[in-house]
Each structure stands twice: as structure tokens, then as C-alpha cells.
């Protein structure tokens, strides 16, 4: 069974447009070109060079395996703490209750990571992040951004559901935040979004309510983090919407100032 999720998880990465993870030498005419030395391909980051000055995909024999190597690195990293987060019983109510350990989804060089607060029924039951109805707003949020889902990355503060969606605890946020901390590590975003006021707390280590944190570009270890409602809030006060709308629209345009 975890042998299914494990491939699931990679599958989801597949899927969620991180070919450029399993890019292999023998692939070239169908996978994306391998990253040149100091360019940045994050989707969304792209560098508009005139059509003859385009980079041509660098096949010389130093770099390529460079760029093997961290794509390797960054996966097998990734999947060591996925592995980690599936094992995980520090939280002895949770792992009892919990059906799958919702672990993220999405593309590993994403130029933003969105973090929710903990996985409600639908992501237990699929054990993937946002596939419920509060899923659909993040989707369409992050597609007025100009973004699909797969070019971004997304995760929870708690990996694990809390029981009828109560809200996590300090211990539990304790025991998942070595996680969270290791994929903002390893993915390197340019730009970070909390969604709500877990995320926000957690990250930004404060206990100021999320109606004061929004609206405004923060500091996440040297990332640019907005805080902003969380989509299930958006449920029930829709017309909260606009501003959401525009504390991302804020961070779409710290992400294309970068
Ligand atoms: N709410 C969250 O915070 N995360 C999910 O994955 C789903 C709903």
C-alpha cells in the first residue's frame, strides 16, 4: 500500500509537469531542455531572449550530468522526508485517525509554494493537498496568477488530517514543521503564500491574526512570503475574495521583480 502511495506521489510529480526531474540523457528530443549553468527556468521565471539569442540546450559533457545530479539530488532529498512523513507517529492522535499522510504535490523548481493548513476528508481520502472544495478556489487563484497547478508546489502545515477538521494543535504544528521547513529547503522558491492563519503563524513564528499579517510582503528566511485568507474562508465570505485577489496579485509582481 505504501509502495502505491510512493508511486503515487511520484506520479502526482509526473503529472504535475516535473519532467524536467527525470529528464535523462537518452530523452532529449521529448523532454525539456536541461537547465544552462545560472538560468533560471522556473515557470513563470522564464528569460525572454530574442529568438537567435535563445540558449541552446548545453549537451557538453560537464554540465549535463551537473544537471542531472541535482535534479537527482533534489528528488531523492525530497522523497527521503516523503518517506519520513509517511512513517511519522510523533503525533499519536493523528496517525491513529489519519487515512493517507497528505505530503505536497506539484513541481519541485516551482517559483512559489502556497501552504494550507492541514489536509481536510478529500485529502486524507486521496492523499493529495487541496483536491476538495476549498481546492477548486486555490485553482482558480493560482490560474488568475497566471499559473496551473502544475507549475507551482503545494503543501499543508500538518501533513496529517485533524479529526472532523479541528484545528491543529501547537504540538502537532511542532512535530510537522521540521517538514515543511525541509521542502521550503529544498525547493528554493522565489516567492512563498500562506493560506490562512496556520500557515502565516507557523512560518512567520508570530501569533498575530491573519487579518493583520495579510496584505503585506513578510520575510521567510530571506523569501518573500504573503499572508493571505485561507480559500475556505472564501467559502463562507466570498466577497473576502478581492482581497485576496490582490495581496497575490502583490506577490505575482514581488515573483516577476526578482
Ligand atoms: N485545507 C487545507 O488547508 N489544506 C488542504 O489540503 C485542504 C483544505
Known sequence: MRERDARLFLRSLREEGVEALYWEPSAQASS????????????????????EKRPQPDTSA???????????????SMLEIYWKAQNCQLCSELCSTRN???FGA??????????????GRDEDEQGLPFVG???QILTALIEEMGFARKDVFICNTLKCRPPKNRPPQPEEIANCRPFLERQL????????CALGTFAAQTLLKTEEPISALRGKLHNYQGTPLM????????????SEKVKVSAD???LKQELERL
Do not use: C, M, W
Request: hydrophobic fraction near 35%; glycine fraction near 6%.
Open 62 to 76: 560537464d554540465r549535463e550530468p551537473k544537471s542531472q545530479n541535482a535534479a537527482d539530488h533534489l528528488r531523492e
Open 185 to 192: 529547503e529544498l525547493i528554493r522558491p522565489k516567492v512563498i
Open 106 to 119: 506539484g513541481n519541485l523548481r516551482a517559483p512559489i509554494v502556497f501552504v494550507g493548513e492541514a489536509p
Open 248 to 250: 497575490l496579485k502583490l
Open 133 to 135: 472544495r476549498a481546492g
Open 227 to 238: 499572508a493571505t485568507y485561507h480559500p475556505a474562508y472564501l467559502l463562507r465570505n466570498p
Open 32 to 51: 525539456p531542455a536541461p537547465v544552462p549553468a545560472g538560468q533560471d527556468t522556473r515557470p513563470g521565471t522564464e528569460q525572454k531572449a530574442p529568438a
Open 100 to 102: 493517507k499522510v497528505v
